[in-house]
């Protein structure tokens, strides 16, 4: 076998040779201009609660830190108002109606379409060592593992929420909010976040020699609320304390991170976002002030999430922009920075943020943006913006005017209001309806919710 292989080894080698010898530096160059790509992705966190979103009372001074060091978008939305969706259209760069998972799973089999390509796998076919860390929520059969999605490593869980301290129910051997690391359960000891931030900072060590993608899906802020005992110490007395340590607690790993690529002088080869999977939950003591509404609902303060994007030396620091944008636009961005083309041929609906040198001019933001999540739906075209509830008369704010969404104008602009319900349906016509929906009662809770907000009134509920 050796000797005739021997002389197409010579040859590869010889051609090797032959191309380092010519042009060693484009060599070199070529495996090192590719930028790491890092997506911090938090949960449920409310869009006022970080320093550099104005919070005037939970400190956050590593996150903050990278938010200044880059651009802070201020009207950015993920792609749902509920966690699993939004996983699903930020990892995609497509609306997740286009593939049918527009609700919040309900049973086990259900998970990410295998043929939709992850911005992991896209990136592992350009050459990135890639890893998941923290929370999947897409899916836990075989096929929509992880491994099986494009990640190189997985070191997290597959449900939606855990305790964030060993727990024997969440830990028990199978359950889906149990630990693992690739296929295999493992056991945790301290608090979940500092795993978390541990774990990327390992695989920072591991990676940092070739070009890495990390999607970092911290479940903090996630109910249930649990901190650590010095964190809850250290903010004693507050009225928001359990957010406040676990706040506290993320901004500390977060600050790990970014401490971990200065140390390795990545910082300049690294592009990290940072974002809310979705808006402020109700049962986490956050705030979306001055936005309406919360997780779960297509008000302003279920999808429009605090974000930010830092990338040394190639993003000006301390860029406030107020450009429509939204969770779809990371995996364009990724496949733009990767110097990569969309994997299939599918349309993708994120665009592209570079180029970055300026920012203020992107031509490339979005004019319009769509949510959906069964019974109700919302569009953007400008500072507009429509919401639509079942069999009900749908409204119409011009956020602009009105950010808290107070003031309808559907009868005031009978113009626009026709322009945003066609363009929602024109949309609606290019998606699928949704494979699975709620259950029955937080799909009469959400409802209930939407009906209550759209006349300005308190709902009697906000939880089955
Ligand atoms: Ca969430």
Same mark, same amino acid.
């Given at each position: 076998?050796?000797?005739?292989?021997?002389?197409?080894?010579?040859?590869?080698?010889?051609?090797?040779?032959?191309?380092?010898?010519?042009?060693?530096?484009?060599?070199?160059?070529?495996?090192?201009?590719?930028?790491?790509?890092?997506?911090?992705?938090?949960?449920?966190?409310?869009?006022?609660?970080?320093?550099?979103?104005?919070?005037?009372?939970?400190?956050?001074?590593?996150?903050?830190?990278?938010?200044?060091?880059?651009?802070?978008?201020?009207?950015?939305?993920?792609?749902?108002?509920?966690?699993?969706?939004?996983?699903?259209?930020?990892?995609?760069?497509?609306?997740?109606?286009?593939?049918?998972?527009?609700?919040?799973?309900?049973? !086990?089999?259900?998970?990410? !379409?295998?043929?939709?390509?992850?911005?992991?796998?896209? *990136?592992?076919?350009?050459?990135?060592?890639?890893?998941?860390?923290?929370?999947?929520?897409?899916?836990?059969?075989?096929?929509?593992?992880?491994?099986?999605?494009?990640?190189?490593?997985?070191?997290?869980? $597959?449900?939606?929420?855990?305790?964030?301290?060993?727990?024997?129910?969440?830990?028990?051997?199978?359950?889906?909010?149990?630990?693992?690391?690739?296929?295999?359960?493992?056991?945790?000891?301290?608090?979940?976040?500092?795993?978390?931030?541990?774990?990327?900072?390992?695989?920072?060590?591991?990676?940092?020699?070739?070009?890495?993608?990390?999607?970092?899906?911290?479940?903090?802020?996630?109910?249930?609320?649990?901190?650590?005992?010095?964190? *809850?110490?250290?903010?004693?007395?507050?009225?928001?304390?359990?957010?406040?340590?676990?706040?506290?607690? $993320?901004?500390?790993?977060?600050?790990?991170?970014?401490?971990?690529?200065?140390?390795?002088?990545? $910082?300049?080869?690294?592009?990290?976002?940072?974002?809310?999977?979705?808006?402020?939950?109700?049962?986490?003591?956050?705030? %979306?002030?001055?936005?309406?509404?919360?997780?779960?609902?297509?008000?302003?303060?279920?999808?429009? %999430?605090?974000?930010? %994007?830092?990338?040394?030396?190639?993003?000006?620091?301390?860029?406030?922009?107020?450009?429509?944008?939204?969770?779809?636009?990371?995996?364009?961005?990724?496949?733009?920075?990767?110097?990569?083309?969309?994997?299939?041929?599918?349309?993708?609906?994120?665009?592209? *943020?570079?180029?970055?040198?300026?920012?203020?001019?992107?031509?490339?933001?979005?004019?319009?943006?769509?949510?959906?999540?069964?019974?109700?739906?919302?569009?953007?075209?400008?500072?507009?913006?429509?919401?639509?509830?079942?069999?009900?008369?749908?409204?119409?704010?011009?956020?602009?005017?009105?950010?808290?969404?107070?003031?309808?104008?559907?009868?005031?602009?009978?113009?626009?209001?026709?322009?945003?319900?066609?363009?929602?349906?024109?949309?609606?016509?290019?998606?699928?309806?949704?494979?699975?929906?709620?259950?029955?009662?937080?799909?009469?809770?959400?409802?209930?919710?939407?009906?209550?907000?759209?006349?300005?009134?308190?709902?009697?509920?906000?939880?089955?």
């Amino acid at each position: 076998m050796v000797r005739k292989d021997f002389p197409y080894l010579t040859v590869a080698i010889l051609v090797l040779l032959g191309i380092s010898s010519c042009k060693p530096k484009l060599n070199v160059a070529a495996s090192k201009v590719k930028p790491n790509i890092i997506v911090i992705l938090i949960d449920d966190a409310g869009y006022a609660d970080f320093g550099f979103m104005g919070s005037k009372d939970l400190q956050t001074p590593e996150i903050d830190k990278l938010a200044n060091s880059g651009v802070v978008f201020t009207d950015a939305h993920t792609s749902s108002t509920v966690c699993s969706p939004s996983r699903a259209g930020l990892i995609t760069g497509r609306y997740q109606q286009r593939f049918g998972f527009e609700c919040n799973g309900t049973g !086990d089999s259900l998970g990410l !379409d295998v043929t939709e390509i992850t911005m992991a796998a896209a *990136l592992k076919n350009k050459g990135y060592k890639t890893v998941g860390i923290g929370k999947w929520h897409l899916g836990d059969k075989e096929q929509y593992l992880p491994n099986n999605r494009g990640f190189d490593e997985f070191y997290g869980f $597959l449900s939606g929420a855990r305790n964030y301290f060993p727990n024997p129910q969440n830990d028990k051997p199978g359950n889906l909010s149990a630990l693992m690391h690739n296929q295999k359960q493992i056991n945790f000891e301290g608090y979940l976040t500092d795993v978390l931030g541990d774990a990327a900072v390992n695989y920072i060590d591991q990676y940092k020699k070739e070009p890495f993608f990390m999607y970092l899906s911290f479940n903090a802020v996630h109910t249930p609320l649990q901190a650590k005992k010095e964190d *809850l110490d250290k903010f004693k007395g507050h009225p928001r304390q359990m957010l406040a340590a676990m706040t506290w607690s $993320l901004d500390e790993n977060v600050g790990k991170v970014m401490k971990k690529l200065e140390a390795e002088n990545l $910082l300049e080869n690294t592009i990290v976002f940072f974002l809310s999977d979705n808006g402020g939950a109700n049962n986490n003591q956050s705030t %979306v002030f001055p936005l309406k509404g919360w997780k779960g609902n297509e008000f302003e303060g279920g999808h429009r %999430v605090p974000f930010a %994007v830092s990338w040394k030396g190639h993003l000006q620091a301390g860029v406030k922009s107020n450009k429509l944008v939204s969770s779809l636009d990371i995996y364009a961005t990724a496949l733009a920075v990767a110097d990569t083309k969309n994997p299939n041929n599918k349309p993708i609906d994120g665009k592209s *943020l570079v180029p970055f040198n300026a920012i203020d001019k992107l031509a490339n933001t979005h004019k319009t943006l769509f949510w959906r999540k069964d019974e109700a739906a919302a569009t953007r075209i400008g500072d507009y913006k429509l919401i639509r509830l079942k069999n009900e008369q749908s409204v119409l704010y011009n956020l602009k005017s009105d950010i808290g969404e107070k003031t309808d104008l559907s009868k005031a602009e009978p113009e626009k209001f026709q322009e945003m319900e066609k363009a929602l349906s024109n949309w609606e016509n290019k998606m699928v309806n949704p494979l699975w929906i709620e259950e029955p009662d937080w799909t009469k809770i959400t409802f209930d919710i939407h009906k209550a907000l759209m006349n300005n009134q308190k709902p009697k509920k906000v939880q089955p």
